[in-house]
Structure formats: structure tokens, C-alpha cells
């Protein structure tokens, strides 16, 4: 999920690991270059499903460069904030070394990495356990990760929670 790019450059010319090394059952070197999941195809399915009963995808945020705190904002108003539990989901063991070797302040890693969610989708509350099964039978790893609130003024437009 192409994020973080500079930073992972940095990381790896402080730290020069092996890239050949074994991390977690595959080389560095290919988890490092993992290719960007591609969610158009299940995407469009979802917001068929979801339009034909009436409803909609509310949002969607690939979460590339900029990390979940700069993609998010992207698809709300500034009437809302998303409250993402940091809990919900597993995150990869590539985040954590990341952090480790190069230093790197949690909040950073939000900022600048996708650390696992490659995808926010906004539906109604309503619509998300089908919206889950939908993506799922795709193919899809799919957390409820959060939820939209009303924002009041000064609040950041994305809150991480433990």
C-alpha cells in the first residue's frame, strides 16, 4: 500500500538490514515492496448492493501516502470526526518494525503509514454489518474500525483511540 515511501527509505539507510532476511515467512525485500491493493471491483459491487436497497457508501479513503489522519478528513464534513479505535485491527509486523528501527512516534506512524487499513469505507451504522459480509465474500479483510460523531470546533477531524 504505497505510503510512507521517504520514511521507509530513511529507515532502511540508518539501519541497512538484510533484505534478504527472513520477516515473517517472505524476504524484507517483498514485504517492503508489496504491490497496492487494487479495491475498485468490490468497491463498485458494495455501492451496487448498497444502492439498490436504497442506501450509499457515505465515503471512501484510500489510505496511501498521508497515513489514516490526512486521507480521512478527505472524504468528510467539517461537521464530523471519525474515531478510530487502534485496537480493532492487527497490524502487520512490517508497522511495528518500522517503528522500532527507525523511531518513529505513534502518531507519526498514523500520519504518515496506512498501518494495515488500506481502506476506510463510510456507511450508515445500519448498512455496515452488510457492507462487511459484502466486502468479505470479495475477498476483503474487512475491521469495523470506527465511527462518525459530531465535531466540535478545534477537534481534529480524526481521533485515535486506544
Sequence with gaps: ????????RR????TRPDLDADFHGRKLADVLMEPT??????LLALMAALRAKGSA????AHITGGGIVENVPRVLSESVQARISKSSWPVPPLFAWLQREGGVAEAEMHRVFNCGIGMVVVVSAADAREAAALLAAHGETVHVIGSIAARVAGEPQVEMLS
Aim: proline share 5%; net charge positive.
Design 57 to 60: 457508501v457515505k465515503g471512501m
Design 1 to 8: 500500500h504505497s505510503n510512507g515511501d521517504s520514511l521507509v
Design 37 to 42: 491493493h487494487i479495491y475498485v471491483k468490490p
Design 11 to 14: 529507515i532502511l539507510e540508518r
